[in-house]
C-alpha cells in the first residue's frame, strides 16, 4: 500500500483530478475491459460478513477512493472495475467505495 496515485480510465475522472498522477493501478468504467482480459484478485469491502457490520468511509469522495485504491495496490491489482461510490447525502454524509481489484492479462 502506499500513497501513489491513480491514473483514471474513465468513470469517475472528476473525482479524483487532485491524485492523478503516476499510478499502479488504473481504474476501468464498463466500456474499457472486456471479462476476458482481467481476472478478479478481491472484490474489495463487499466480500465478508465484516461488511454488514461496516465498511471503510471517509469525508470525502476523493478520500474513499483513495483508500480503495491503496486498498488494491494491497492485493496486488494494477486494475479496478465496478467501482462503486457511495455518500454525500443527508442520510449518509461520509462516502464508501467498493469494487473488484483486478490483474489485467496481457494482450496476445
Do not use: F
Amino acid at each position: 500500500m502506499g500513497c501513489g496515485t491513480t491514473r483514471w480510465a474513465g468513470g469517475l475522472a472528476l473525482a479524483l483530478a487532485a491524485v492523478n498522477a503516476h499510478a499502479a493501478v488504473t481504474i476501468y468504467d464498463a466500456t474499457q475491459l472486456s471479462y476476458d482480459r482481467y481476472r478478479v484478485v478481491k472484490r474489495l469491502w463487499v466480500d465478508s460478513w465484516r461488511t454488514a457490520i461496516g465498511v471503510p468511509h471517509k469525508a470525502t469522495r476523493e478520500a474513499a477512493v483513495r483508500a480503495l485504491v491503496d486498498a488494491a495496490e494491497g492485493v496486488g491489482a494494477d486494475g479496478l472495475v465496478n467501482v462503486h461510490c457511495v455518500g454525500g447525502t443527508a442520510s449518509l454524509s461520509d462516502y464508501y467505495c467498493y469494487g473488484n481489484a483486478v490483474k489485467v492479462k496481457p494482450r496476445p
